[in-house]
């Protein structure tokens, strides 16, 4: 394939909130435009077309048709071929694709995407509502009161069952990711402070939300975006050369993979019964984004440096880690055990934070993982910075893992 490179990008504060501040979406949407273009050092007009990540603008906020908004971000855009992009939490990573095929076929050589979602507009039921829209309703949502909690407690029972899963180790996780947000400037969970204690499943701070899923086994209701300038490689050599430097500034999208299950988890797990994998199209994903970067003959543990996944849940973090083949299948408990995916550990994963921590606006999360995997290989993530890193994949999900995306980037 073609190269494409990631110039640069922008990322909100996940911890405000901006229905409080009186901020709208278009808002939000124009103040990371500009800052995503100012990191990247791209003029407005040199942007050739833009794709926008998001789930449920009409939901959240009664605003759809998100590529009009985009265009609204800057003057210069007026014209401007946008589109909008859903998959659940995959949708930006949706986007990213999209402008990649654009890029690749020579349609464009520039690109702006954008993924983004306000979702703090509302109370926690609704909330669990519009998010219970990206599952099969009725079959998977009637008389449910938290979707996905629920689903995602299932994912963690059908380990238990194949294999066995100490809950110890999914809050091991949990610790990890809201230790390594307290690094990342931009995280939601930033400024929280927990007692060891608080991530004991007996914990009175520690709540049974839906079956094995608790309090701090979950991810964050979030507002935000983030931004990330994509360019072939000859936008790329001009772009390097008016700075007077090389592409190793820029990150280099080495690989990718995508693959859309069954919308069901109760088909997905059935289908997947006789398979080592509990989700074997996600391993496929994994497999061929490694493949298209060169790096399906290494192990992973030497092939990467860092990963950023789907942790919506704790459970899913759990399955990324074996379908990643960091472990062999339903033995992701060892990598926990003996400190991999720590920060410091031979292979991190989550060092911005991830969900759990870091915050996860629905649309942007896909947008916001190639972004922090871009900083982590060019040596620009600041206090979260995994030392020496240089090729940094991420695992995106959607629905109970119905759609799945990874990228793989490396130094320019």
């Known amino acids: 394939m073609s190269d494409v490179f990631v110039l640069g990008g922008a990322q909100s504060d996940f911890a405000r909130n901006l229905t409080r501040e009186g901020t709208s979406l278009a808002a939000l949407m124009a103040e990371v435009v500009a800052a995503t273009l100012a990191d990247a050092g791209v003029e407005a007009t040199e942007v050739q077309v833009g794709h926008v990540g998001n789930f449920a603008g009409e939901l959240f906020c009664g605003q759809g048709h998100l590529g009009g908004l985009l265009v609204e ?30 890029l690749e076929a020579g349609r464009y050589e520039c690109a702006l995407v954008v993924g983004v979602e306000m979702m703090r507009t509302t109370d926690a039921a609704t909330v669990q509502h519009h998010l219970g829209s990206a599952a099969w309703v009725p079959r998977e949502t009637a008389e449910v009161e938290f979707p996905w909690p629920a689903l995602f407690g299932e994912l963690g029972d059908e ?15 949990a610790r990890v990711n ?92 059935a289908d997947s019964r006789d398979d080592p994998y509990v989700a074997p199209h996600v391993r496929a994903t994994v497999v061929d984004a490694l493949g298209r970067a060169s790096l399906g003959d290494r192990p992973v543990r030497h092939a990467l440096d860092a990963i950023e996944v789907h942790d919506c849940f704790t459970t899913t973090e759990y399955l990324a880690i074996d379908h990643f083949g960091i472990t062999e299948p339903g033995e992701s408990w060892r990598a926990i055990e003996d400190g991999t995916i720590a920060f410091d550990g031979a292979l991190p994963v989550n060092p911005s ?8 606006p629905v649309g942007a999360t896909g947008v916001r993982m190639l972004l922090d995997a871009t900083r982590q290989v060019t040596g620009s993530a600041g206090d979260y910075q995994v030392e ?25």
């Open 353 to 360: 934070g991830g969900l759990i921590g870091g915050g996860h």
């Open 73 to 102: 971000a800057d003057p210069a855009f007026a014209g401007l071929p946008t589109m909008r992009h859903e998959a659940a939490c995959a949708s930006g990573s949706m986007a990213v694709l999209s402008a990649m095929a654009d």
């Open 388 to 412: 020496g890193a240089r090729t940094v994949a991420t695992l995106n999900l959607g629905g109970s893992a119905t759609t799945s995306a990874s990228f793989v980037v490396t130094r320019g």
């Open 178 to 269: 809201f230790a390594n947000a307290r690094r990342n400037p931009n995280a939601q969970t930033r400024g929280w402070s927990f007692a060891d204690d608080d991530f004991r499943r007996d914990s009175a701070k520690n709540p049974v939300i839906s079956g094995r899923i608790q309090r701090q086994d979950c991810s964050q209701v979030s507002d935000g975006a983030v931004g990330v300038v994509l360019a072939s490689e000859r936008f790329a050599r001009t772009w390097a050369s008016r700075r007077s430097t090389s592409l190793d500034d820029a990150g280099r999208i080495a690989g990718w993979g995508h693959h859309t299950s069954r919308m069901a988890l109760a088909d997905k797990l």
């Open 159 to 173: 380990y238990d069952r194949r294999f066995g899963v100490d809950p110890e180790h999914l809050s091991e996780i």
